[in-house]
């Protein structure tokens, strides 16, 4: 049976040595407690959690899947208990305001528990998942009654939540949705309509499921500015138990994640409650939106940490064949996988997309902590930083994350294609990651689009400082003249790419959608290509000074130089791709697609 090993040794690392988040707590109103002693003992229990209760229900939620029946889900074997353990360890209250029952930690201490929870089965890490982005909304736009009837309870855990965007007719296009909601009287509303696609939108694993749901009201406006945000209850508080016309329609049937249930949902004039102005619902999802697209980069990180993991084990212990330079184990028949160059090739790319997609998710959940409680230039600063990396870290990451586990499939070979070693599973709930919350081209469109061009590149120049004061700083360090030389010369041309494709633009708009993926995929690696040069400091120092463990020092220096001389390259060709234009896209007839 595959297993789940939590990387504590590289998330201290990471949070620790590269990220300082000592002195990013100190430097926050509220987190004098976030000290590296109660991060490390926070982060063992979550260990635990993860690899001895949820890792093994795994394979058994793929294996059984949900089930409907009248209306009503069940999960699979097991999924319900370890929840009621998950609720009992406080860990839904983790980085949730005191006010409403939660234990106040920032949210940068939450991600560190749901990496290793979405890592060991991420299949079930989306029912608490969905409910901290409902808990965000909730927070940020819901009012005094509101919180305190529904934000103490999913806070606790007690009650899990869903968004509800999707209809059948409209995904990323939500102009078009259809949900209804009229006024009554005592100032609710009732809902009508279907959505689908909703994850963990029926189940048994908690007492309650709050819906925030996007519908229309009577007079709204067309379009994206007639949408409103609703909260709406499965069961209504003041009557527990009892039917709010809410109703799971059917179960999706998928290529993976079936340990989680994607429902269609029916409202029957069910009865909802009006969160934000009328008509900004909108504006107030986002708050969800951005949630889970920093949600659904993590799912990246995990398949790529699973898949390597598991990986690895294999190739260690696979023999197969000879090593090209002689007998590498001569008393065996043959010598293990991990000798041959193709195969190290595969475990490297993997080991360095963790690594590195770890280092950026910490950093966006360090900005996170900055946006909720800093203020002034420093807040302002953060929250454009973030817009700016939030498409970057969900597109980019999940893209290489697919690429992961599928090299984790191709390095066990036949046994790959088999259920019993996981692999497979590893690449079907992968598959998803890069249509959630956005696909890899809407995502690419927001960031070259609405986040630069828009903004005539100034996001782009705040990260480019960054890096070029980074670059600067390690200037007349002739050991890190390896990372430095090729960063400042990628920081300059991501610029340049930027203004020519931007010019373009002017001309012709299909030229920001023809260069947007590749431009998005030249910023992702350009983006771990800085976190990689900053480990690589860190790693270099330690390793002159004698401290620590060595031999991790070294292994994470001999990343960096792989992720530099292998996959960084990559950026070339992109290059050459995004600046090729519209014309080799647009210019065919659609009558001319034959077949």
């Known amino acids: 049976m595959p297993e789940y090993k939590a990387p504590l040794r590289d998330m201290s ?133 509101q919180k305190e009837t529904y934000l ?31 006024p009554q ?97 909108l504006n107030c999802m986002f708050t969800f939106m951005n949630t889970a697209r920093l949600g659904t980069a993590l799912q990246g990180l995990a398949h790529a940490e699973w898949g390597f993991q598991n990986s690895l084990e294999y190739a260690k212990e696979r023999l197969q064949m000879r090593a090209l330079n002689g007998p590498a184990c001569p008393e065996k028949a043959a010598d293990p996988i991990i000798v041959h160059p193709e195969v190290r090739k595969m475990l490297l790319t993997q080991k360095a997309f963790a690594e590195a997609g770890r280092a950026l998710i910490y950093y966006c959940a360090q900005l996170v902590d900055k946006v909720k409680l800093a203020e002034g230039e420093e807040q302002a600063q953060a929250d454009a930083q973030l817009a700016f990396l939030t498409p970057i870290a969900k597109a980019f990451l999940t893209e290489v994350g697919f690429e992961s586990a599928n090299h984790g499939l191709q390095i066990f070979g036949g046994h790959g294609f088999i259920a019993e070693w996981g692999m497979e ?14 696909t890899t081209q809407i995502q690419a469109l927001d960031l070259l689009g609405r986040k630069v061009l828009m903004t005539q590149g100034e996001s782009l120049k705040g990260f480019t400082k960054i890096m070029h004061k980074f670059c600067q700083a390690e200037s007349d360090c002739t050991e890190m003249s390896e990372f430095i030389k090729p960063l400042v010369e990628l920081n300059k041309e991501w610029g340049e790419l930027t203004m020519k494709i931007g010019m373009k633009a002017m ?39 004698g401290e620590g463990d060595q031999a991790f020092y070294q292994a994470k220096l001999t990343t960096a130089r792989f992720y530099f001389e292998r996959i960084l390259p990559r950026t070339r060709s992109l290059a050459v791709t995004m600046q090729s234009g519209s014309d080799n896209l647009m210019a065919m007839d659609q009558e001319d697609f034959i077949f």
């Open 13 to 145: 690392f990471v949070l620790n040595e590269v990220l300082q988040s000592e002195a990013h707590y100190s430097n926050l109103p509220g987190c004098e407690e976030a000290t590296p002693d109660m991060l490390s003992a926070i982060m063992e229990e979550g260990a635990k959690f993860a690899e001895r209760v949820l890792s093994p229900l795994n394979q058994v939620g793929d294996q059984q899947g949900c089930t409907w029946n009248d209306g009503q889900v069940t999960t699979p074997e097991g999924f319900k208990e370890a929840y009621q353990q998950f609720v009992e360890g406080g860990w839904p209250s983790l980085s949730h305001e005191t006010e409403y029952g939660g234990q106040g930690l920032p949210e940068s201490v939450g991600i560190v528990i749901n990496e290793m929870v979405g890592t060991a089965n991420w299949s079930w890490s989306m029912y608490p998942g969905l409910s901290h982005g409902a808990m965000n909304t909730l927070g940020a736009h819901g009012t005094e009654e």
């Open 185 to 281: 009287a005592d100032g609710s509303y009732k809902i009508s309509g279907t959505k689908i696609f909703i994850s963990a939108g029926e189940h048994d694993m908690a007492d309650n499921i709050v819906h925030i749901v996007l519908a229309r009201l009577p007079d709204a406006p067309e379009g994206t500015k007639g949408i409103s945000l609703f909260i709406v209850p499965k069961h209504l508080p003041e009557a527990p138990g009892a039917d709010n016309g809410v109703s799971c329609g059917s179960l999706e049937h998928k290529m993976g994640i079936h340990g989680n249930a994607t429902c269609v949902m029916n409202f029957d004039n069910a009865t909802g409650y009006l969160i934000g102005p009328a008509n900004k619902g």
């Open 425 to 438: 599973q590893n690449v079907r709930d992968s598959r998803i990651s890069m249509l959630y919350e956005g």
């Open 507 to 545: 001309q012709n708009r299909d030229e920001v959608g023809a260069a947007s993926v590749d431009y998005l995929m030249y910023s992702g690696y350009v983006v771990l290509g800085y976190f990689w040069a900053r480990m690589a400091k860190v790693a270099q120092e330690k390793l002159a000074s």
């Open 152 to 182: 103490t309870k999913l806070v606790s855990g007690e009650w899990t939540g869903t968004m509800c965007l999707t209809e059948p007719h409209c995904g990323t296009d939500l102009g078009m949705l259809r949900t209804k909601a009229e």
